[in-house]
């Protein structure tokens, strides 16, 4: 396969890892943009960032790097999708028009099939598990598809074809060695309920702070394997009930060690006394009388 052939079908073979809402014109321009620009110091840059609540339900940030597709984009395209994120935009959007970033929003639950989530209440530990299947990318790219065509922003319209999500556990061996090629940078930021005590992927661990976990996406490709984040927190359930019984017991404790045994016993009534029975001789007296 030459290599023109090659970068000609790299927006279909990295189109959802790379950019993966553009349409297929869009792409086709971008990655012939980038070969010009192979030879110079050039990164593209993608984080997403998923925070997850207690209740397993999640919302998925991804911020894109416009710089490099800006040629492609109307003059006031970003100063639109601005304006229209502000007003309410689906399940939300932002534009740093300085920046040339856009970031999207998608809410996700363990029924949308990308990830699952566990709790494991312990004592004296609640341990939260996330373990991540699929990246939304195809989610991601229905919304900024949408974004761009209700500002009319792209000088190509949409193509309106439907991008598949990143399968992590697929081969993506090949994406990779495109994404290097061109110096694509990717990362995937889990915040989890409580501090993070374990994060990886396969061997590919995670830069953990405090209740986050920061991978290198294109590093957990190569794994094939889910991504796992677990976290714990005192369960405070379990340590309320726990007080509650010894504060019960240190009182029956003290209320029956206050008083001395003997002061005790002082105070307890004592028995009443049956009437003796009366004698012949007393009965003859009380006759008499």
């Known amino acids: 396969m030459s290599f023109v052939r090659s970068v000609r079908q790299l927006p279909q073979r990295l189109g959802f890892y790379l950019l993966s809402d553009l349409s297929l014109s869009m792409k086709n321009q971008i990655f012939l943009m980038l070969m010009l620009l192979s030879t110079a110091t050039f990164a593209v840059s993608q984080a997403y960032v998923q925070t997850v609540d207690r209740d397993g339900s999640s919302v998925m940030v991804r911020e894109l790097d416009t710089s490099m597709f800006a040629a492609l984009l109307k003059p006031d395209a970003l100063g639109n999708m601005a304006l229209m994120c502000k007003a309410g935009f689906q399940d939300g959007c932002a534009v740093d028009t300085a ?3 856009i970031n999207t929003t998608v809410k996700l639950s363990q029924a949308d099939g990308y990830y699952t989530f566990t709790t494991d209440y312990g004592f004296p530990f609640v341990t939260h598990t996330l373990t991540v299947y699929r990246l939304p990318t195809d989610r991601f790219g229905e919304e900024l598809d949408a974004l761009l065509a209700a500002t009319n922003a792209s000088q190509n319209p949409p193509s309106g074809t439907r991008l598949e999500a ?21 990362t995937y930021v889990s915040v989890m309920p409580s501090a ?8 590919v661990a995670a830069a953990v702070t405090d209740g986050s976990a920061s991978f290198d996406l294109i590093a957990v490709l190569a794994t094939s394997k889910p991504i796992v984040v677990q976290s714990r927190e005192l369960n405070y359930t379990y340590l309320v009930l726990l007080v509650a ?8 404790y003290s209320f029956f060690t206050a008083v001395p045994k003997g002061e005790r016993e002082r105070k307890s009534p ?7 029975p009366e004698t012949k001789v007393a009965k003859k ?3 008499s009388k």
């Open 99 to 101: 920046a040339g970033t």
């Open 166 to 186: 990143i399968d992590l556990s697929a081969d993506n061996s090949q994406l990779i060695s495109y994404a290097k090629m061109f110096g694509v940078k990717m």
């Open 196 to 203: 993070v005590e374990q994060a990886s992927s396969g061997d």
């Open 245 to 252: 019984l010894v504060v019960l017991a240190a009182l029956a």
């Open 270 to 276: 004592e028995p009443a006394m049956e009437p003796k």
């Open 285 to 287: 007296k009380k006759g």
